[in-house]
């Protein structure tokens, strides 16, 4: 009796749980606080949001200290810290540098370009649902592959969405990212601002949310992903449309920064209108 008291005893001091909140603020090289940065934990689909003012409480109870802490914002350079690290700091305030990112030059020249769509435009069957009462869907943010080899300059991004009731207004958040191992590549993203449109349900024109993104100069001769999630103060429900018998496609997912997924059926109403030299 006393050797199992003595090893149930040894596997709880040898079960790594702590209960721990951490609070703090994030903000820039000039102490601009960042609104709405993610702070979550590397590949785990959990984490919190700064406010307003930058503010954030994030609760790392049970969580290994040896994962990683992870701040990732469009046009900020991504943070990353050991927990154990952050824990032992003193002042848990995360400073953000700007990104820079080397845009080509704009050339004005006779070359003629066609324009073109990439990606899936279906626009009246429902495929992934948001939904303000669930916070795990309003979390949820989807991406769509387009394998390109030719150099081409994204002029618009859009998402079709159905079956939408919007409390107030819904801002639609988009980002351009490279691809890595097949995969979005969170830390290479074409470009150095968030892209952003909030829309009411009357400036939704046949089922369709467009942002003019030309003045942004994004170029690439390679793949690509686009991105796209709902802002988290989003109040009502959706649901972002696509073809669900597009099986040579996949669907990207993932909630909050966690590890990208995808399953193969079908893909979401996410495209791009794209300018190609002819």
Not at 219 to 239: C, H, M, P, Y
Not at 253 to 271: F, H, T
Request: charged share 25%; no cysteine; glycine share 4%.
């Amino acid at each position: 009796m006393k050797k199992i008291g003595f090893t149930i005893l040894l596997l709880f001091l040898t079960v790594p749980f702590y209960a721990q909140k951490i609070s703090g603020k994030i903000i820039d090289e000039n102490n601009n606080s960042i609104a709405e940065a993610r702070i979550t934990i590397e590949n785990e689909e959990i984490g919190e949001l700064t406010d307003l003012n930058g503010n954030y409480t994030i609760d790392l109870t049970n969580i290994a200290k040896t994962k990683t802490l992870k701040v990732i914002v469009n046009e900020y350079e991504p943070f990353k810290i050991k927990i154990s690290e952050f824990i032992g700091s003193q002042n848990q305030t995360i400073i953000l540098k700007k990104k820079i990112i080397n845009l080509d030059p704009v050339v004005v020249n006779p070359k003629k370009y066609t324009l073109k769509n990439y990606g899936t435009t279906n626009s009246k069957k429902p495929y992934s649902e948001y939904n303000s009462n669930d916070p795990n869907e309003v979390f949820e943010e989807l991406a769509i592959l387009v394998e390109n080899k030719k150099k081409l300059r994204i002029k618009n991004v859009n998402v079709n969405i159905v079956n939408y009731k919007f409390d107030n207004t819904a801002t639609f958040i988009f980002n351009i990212q490279s691809a890595k191992n097949g995969f979005p590549d969170s830390t290479k993203s074409l470009v150095n601002e968030p892209l952003q449109v909030t829309v009411t349900e009357n400036d939704i024109k046949d089922n369709k949310i467009s942002l003019d993104v030309y003045d942004k100069n994004i170029w690439t001769n390679e793949d690509f992903f686009v991105l796209v999630r709902i802002a988290e103060d989003f109040k009502g429900s959706f649901s972002i449309a696509g073809n669900i018998f597009a099986f040579s496609k996949d669907t990207f997912y993932r909630n909050y920064n966690g590890e990208w997924k995808k399953y193969s059926s079908g893909e979401p109403s996410i495209n791009v209108d794209v300018l190609i030299e002819k």
